[in-house]
């Protein structure tokens, strides 16, 4: 059962290295992996709260906002304050993020292929519900209040 | 399909946010998350080079050397020259990592109990046979040479 994690994490780190890679070779170098993940975080539903987006990725609020600082200083991003609650920014992707946005995608879907190669849609289908109970087993033992 | 890797990345970014935590209850809250890794790695075959270990845990040489040099200046590892090839360090624990490592142990167990809650056995078999599946295609995939 210890190798589940183990594995798991390795499986995390070998994508890193792919993004890299791959990134590196499509122009999108000055993007880290951990970078891929907020942009497809941040596109996927736009204008939402930098804590929306830290619970949805499960990471700290810290470093969230470390993290979407550097893609405003890169021109990835833009901070809108919130209409109904002027404290609150509203993090938008700006037209470089949508156009980087089909690459990253395109990155991680070659990565999905590349581990599920030899995996029937049955095994895949078990797999992602046994992922799923397990994240919300850890939402619940970590609790919302992730700091 | 794509929800694969995501859910896969939250749950790895979950046990950082739950290693953290407690590691500070337990008077470990000068190792990061991804040093308890490391430390397990190193413990579990001492005596292996830099680029063993950066290979089992598929992280780049140079992000393994950083990470070993923090471990040698907080007294947790020695680096001893291979017998063979005296230009070879091989990584070894201290009696403080030796000292650790149960904690690290601990706590590495107990998050593998959290997210398998209500897991059946044979569940667990087949999500980890379709893990190490996962793990080696993507090793297939990077190749031997992870830089």
């Known amino acids: 059962m210890a190798m589940i994690m183990k594995r798991l994490n390795i499986i995390s780190r070998q994508q890193a290295i792919f993004r ?5 070779k499509q122009g999108l170098s000055e ?5 891929h993940t907020l942009i497809l975080a941040i ?3 736009p204008g939402r709260s930098q804590e929306e987006i830290a619970r949805e990725m499960c990471i700290n609020k810290s470093t969230v906002t470390r ?3 550097a893609l405003v200083d890169a ?3 833009t901070r809108i304050p919130n209409d109904e609650d002027k ?13 980087a946005l089909p690459t990253v995608k395109d990155i991680t879907r070659r ?3 590349i ?3 030899g995996i029937s849609d049955a095994e895949l289908s078990t797999f992602e519900g046994l992922l799923e109970k397990m994240e919300k087993n850890a939402r619940e033992a970590l609790g919302e209040g992730i700091e």
Chains 1, 2 share one sequence.
């Open 20 to 24: 890299q890679r791959l990134g590196e």
């Open 31 to 35: 993007l880290t992996p951990a970078q």
């Open 43 to 45: 596109c996927r539903l």
């Open 67 to 69: 993290a979407v600082s």
């Open 75 to 77: 021109g990835y991003v």
């Open 87 to 99: 404290r609150e920014l509203l993090i938008y992707p700006t037209k470089k993020m949508l156009l």
């Open 111 to 113: 990565w999905a292929e």
């Open 115 to 117: 581990i599920t190669a």
